[in-house]
């Protein structure tokens, strides 16, 4: 399948891998598609892009509205406060009528302490799906590393969940499916609507406290239920 | 041990119940005596307070202030709305040096949608702590529903995990200890200073969703680890 991943970090290379690796026709947007293959590996990345690019040779990359057109499926995989703006350049039109699966976590640190740019009462998924009404946004994969994002049974035999939602009922199947068939997920939690999604970005303090005391991102959390 | 119990609520009643069943000296404080036993039972509850003053004859109840010079440990099981005032009530001469655990949530329901009164760079946690410097708050226990609190091998045999975090490292030790050793619980994780209080009381949105969906609050999470 034509799939269109917005984003080069570890989280935009970690998916693009996995479904490169499934044998997905996999484009990858970003700003500027030169710059990102100038870069350096940054502090946590164990490389450059354009060294996972060789690793990764039917991978593509282009601007975030070619990665947009490209894709019938689409992943928001940048930093959350760069999020709405990176979906306005890939383009309303070339989003539109599309599942786009939001794992970005709309998170700053001024100062050095965690600070989230929308919360409580809203959320970044909310606020994608108002510019892009004729999206299908899908908030999901946003509360684990990602690593466990794509290889969930590396943790705990995969005993543990991942949660999505978002206002489409037949998209919410299919990212499940996704999750499930692609990505090896045992256990997904359907949370309904969209407003989900403010549970779901808002669990990120806690889940970067627990990075810290834990001194690992390769966690994840297992609901446990009575019986 | 003599313990100081604010609120009279499920949640209090369930940390009091326990703590009175264990043989400590419990006094509940609340607001108005009077009008606390008058009160018919909620919609969620078992009893009014009157039938569970019953069923622990050795539970004491009085005011705020009253229960807060009791106590050589104190619970904050209000609403959160209505911590500080009642907080303020109970006199900070008789919270100071003590340590108060912090079991309540910041949340309100404004048009039936779930918000909180604090969050994000703040907590309710730490505006009690600073209001009252002198006392050691210690936030715990506000990730689950009042039974599993005290009864968490009701679930999942005990196989989850309970949160605390507080600025004075002694009193998260003697919580901890209180935690395993009176309630049960065999998975505690410190999660450092109180500022950890902002992602405790910020999963609540996520743990409100999960509760719809699945139906019960009978359930808690595990953090599943690498390895």
């Known amino acids: 399948m034509n799939i269109g991943v917005f984003g ?6 970690t998916i693009a891998g996995k479904l490169h ?4 026709a ?3 947007g970003t700003r500027d598609v030169a710059v990102a293959r100038e870069r350096a590996a940054g502090p946590r990345d164990s490389e450059s892009f354009a060294e996972w690019e060789a690793r990764h040779p039917k991978a593509e990359a282009g601007s975030l509205a070619e990665a947009a057109a490209h894709g019938e499926i689409l992943f928001n995989c ?4 760069a999020s709405l703006d990176a979906l306005t350049a890939a383009g309303t ?3 539109a009528g599309k599942i786009l699966v939001d794992v970005a976590n709309p998170l700053e640190f001024p100062g050095g302490v965690l600070s989230l740019i929308v919360c409580n009462t809203d959320s970044l998924a909310e606020q994608i799906q108002r510019a ?7 908030k999901s994969l946003n509360t684990v590393t990602a690593r466990v994002m794509v290889e969930p049974g590396e943790l705990g035999q995969g005993d543990h969940h ?5 206002d489409d009922a037949g998209a919410r199947q299919r990212v499940e499916e996704i999750l499930r068939e692609w990505f090896g997920w045992r256990q997904v939690i359907d949370l309904g609507d969209l407003t989900g999604a403010r549970g779901m970005e808002m669990y990120l303090p806690l889940w970067v406290r627990l990075m810290s005391v834990q001194e690992t991102p390769a966690f994840n959390v297992k609901v446990v ?3």
């Open 21 to 24: 690796d499934l044998g997905h």
């Open 26 to 28: 996999v484009m990858m």
């Open 8 to 13: 080069t970090g570890t989280v935009g290379r």
């Open 78 to 81: 940048t930093a959350g406060h």
């Open 132 to 138: 892009f009404p004729e999206t299908k946004v899908i």
């Open 225 to 227: 239920r009575q019986g």
């Open 93 to 95: 039109d070339n989003l």
């Open 162 to 166: 991942v949660f999505l939602c978002g």
